[in-house]
Every structure is written in structure tokens, then in C-alpha cells.
């Protein structure tokens, strides 16, 4: 029996031109954007700059955008998820997709995620890095060391098998990519971000997305969700709420969200949304698993195709 999970990709997936042969359809989601926000982010979606769309609070919109775009095809074509999942960003257009936020509260919260990630702590102050070859536990331990010592440092992406991306203060990211090159690290490698997200550095910005979140209607999830904080399944808006709230500051616990997924049956992930990191990262936890990325009408056409002999 086919079992079948949405996911959504986070920063960092986000291109000029995203979403473009989509919208020929489904241009109405880029109107929709547009008339929340008060500014044409459909014109950055499409025009760029490049350097204007990856700034945090453009670019989450503008990837729960084309995300919810891709989702509502899917479901149009009679291809339904029976779990949603999202990579930090990624989650709340898993929320979209389960009909716990509206598209336009997604839109409108993630846009004020993102102001509130960018003021929480000054450019330059914070950075993250990919530490690739140790495991999550080896990790730990050198950055809860040099936390100790002064300098916050922790986990924030546990993505799959020996790949940890870290973040926290500049100093305690370079201290620890030197200590866990020191421990057996094969590389460690500076990532072009504008925050340290996932560290507790962003606890003020905690704050203010929480009073965000009580202004928006949650309600129960229509497709259950496996949060990034503790890679459960949740169905309750109330957990949901909490939940996004602690992941500002806490570890994105991918690899374990995608086993959930994995022991409860799923067997087909569908990547909605641009790139294919996702996808590299499902088969590298799993190699068995069937992965199909979906971000233009070639990729949807295949979807849809190979949907037909999926057995329900």
C-alpha cells in the first residue's frame, strides 16, 4: 500500500524564477502573497534580486509560497499526503498543506518570523556551519563544552547520518569547527547565513512569535504533522503552537522526522518546493525510499504519472 508524505524544503532552497511554470496556473497564490504583504513578492520571486530574495523574511514567504502552490496541484490531481513534514521554514507550509494555517496567515507569520530572526541578533555577530563525519553525540559534546566556556554553540540541524549543521555565536561556531576537526570531523564548513537560527540566540525572537501566533486561527490538523522539535506526529493546533515557538531556538531533528515517517508506512516523499535537498537528504537516511521532487510542470507531470500505479 502506497503511503505518501508531503515535505517542504527551508532557507536556502529559494532561486530567482522559482515557481515560475507553475504559477501559469496557479498565479492566484502569487496574488494572494502579494495583497498580505503589501508588496509585490511576486516580482522577487520572479525578477530577483537574488541577493533581495534570500533575506530571511523574504525568503520564507516566498518559499511557502511556491510551496503551497505545488501542494495544492498535487492535491488537485487527486495525490494526497497522509503526513506533512517541513525542514524549519519548510514546516509552516507543511501547516499550510495539513489545514492548520490559512495561506495567508502562513504568508503573514512567516514574513513576521522572519523580521523577528533578522532584529534577535546583529549581522555578524551570529553564524552556523555543516560539520560533516561525526555523529550527533560526538557533536554535542564539544559544543556544550565550549558553551560552558562562554561562547553558545549547539546542534541546530540534525539532518541525516553525518551531516550536523551548528549554530551560535561567530566565535563559538569557529571555536567548534576547530574542536570537532580536532575529534574527527571530515570537514566543517561555514554556512552564507544571515543568523544563528536554531541556537538560543533566538529566544528573544521566540518572544514575539508567540504573541504572532496567538493573533493567528490554528486549528486541529486536517493531514497529521511530524514537528522538527521532537519528531512526533501532532494533530492538536495548541501542541502546534508551542511547538513552532520552541524550534526557533531548537534543534531540527530531520533524520528522526523522517524515520517516524519511515515506521509508520510511509514509502513515497513528495519534495514541494525548489532544489532537491530534501530528496538527497531522504536517501541518504533511506535509500529505499521512493523520493520525487516536484518544482516545475516536467516534475509535476511525473508525479502525476507515476501516481497511477501507485497501489492505495
Known amino acids: 500500500m502506497t503511503k505518501i508524505a508531503f515535505v517542504f524544503p527551508g532557507q536556502g532552497s529559494q532561486s530567482v524564477g522559482m515557481g515560475q511554470e507553475l504559477a501559469e496556473k496557479s498565479g492566484h497564490y502569487f496574488e494572494r502573497a502579494n495583497e498580505v504583504l503589501g508588496f509585490s513578492l511576486s516580482n522577487l520571486i520572479l525578477e530577483g534580486p537574488g541577493e533581495e530574495l534570500t533575506v530571511t523574511y523574504n525568503a520564507q514567504p516566498a518559499l511557502l509560497t511556491v510551496g503551497s502552490m505545488i501542494a495544492s ?5 487527486g495525490i494526497t499526503p497522509d503526513y506533512t513534514a ?10 499550510v498543506a495539513s489545514g492548520v494555517l490559512s495561506f495567508e496567515d502562513g504568508v ?3 514574513h513576521k518570523r522572519g ?3 533578522n532584529e534577535a541578533v546583529p ?4 553564524s552556523m556551519a555543516a560539520i560533516l563525519g561525526l555523529d550527533g553525540e560526538a557533536v554535542t559534546k564539544v559544543t556544550d563544552s565550549i558553551t560552558a566556556n562562554g561562547d553558545a554553540v549547539q546542534p541546530a540541524n540534525l539532518n541525516c547520518p553525518g551531516q550536523i549543521v551548528i549554530s551560535g555565536t561567530k566565535a563559538g561556531v569557529e571555536k567548534a569547527c576547530v574542536e ?7 570537514r566543517a564548513i561555514p554556512l552564507d547565513v544571515s543568523g544563528p537560527f536554531h541556537s538560543s540566540l533566538m529566544k528573544p525572537a521566540a518572544q514575539k512569535l508567540n504573541d504572532t501566533l496567538g493573533e493567528i486561527v490554528m486549528r486541529d490538523a486536517d493531514i497529521p504533522l511530524i514537528a522538527n522539535v521532537n519528531a512526533s506526529i501532532v494533530e492538536k493546533s495548541e501542541e502546534i503552537k508551542g511547538l513552532l ?26 519534495e514541494c518546493g525548489p532544489g532537491k535537498v530534501l530528496s538527497g537528504l531522504i536517501k541518504k537516511i533511506d535509500r529505499s525510499a521512493t523520493v520525487l521532487p516536484v518544482y516545475d510542470e516536467e516534475s509535476l507531470e511525473a508525479v502525476i504519472e507515476a501516481s497511477k500505479g501507485w497501489s492505495k
Open 123 to 126: 549581522a555578524g555577530v551570529g
Open 245 to 270: 515557538v520552541e524550534q526557533l531556538y531548537s534543534p531540527v531533528l530531520w533524520e528522526d522526522s523522517v524515520r517516524t515517517m519511515l515506521d509508520n508506512g510511509v514509502t513515497h516523499f513528495i
Open 73 to 77: 496541484r498535487l492535491v488537485e490531481e
Open 86 to 95: 517541513g525542514h524549519s521554514l519548510g514546516e509552516y507550509t507543511a501547516l
Open 180 to 186: 570537532l576537526k580536532e575529534a574527527g570531523a571530515r
Open 108 to 110: 503573514s507569520a512567516v
Open 115 to 117: 523580521l523577528y530572526m
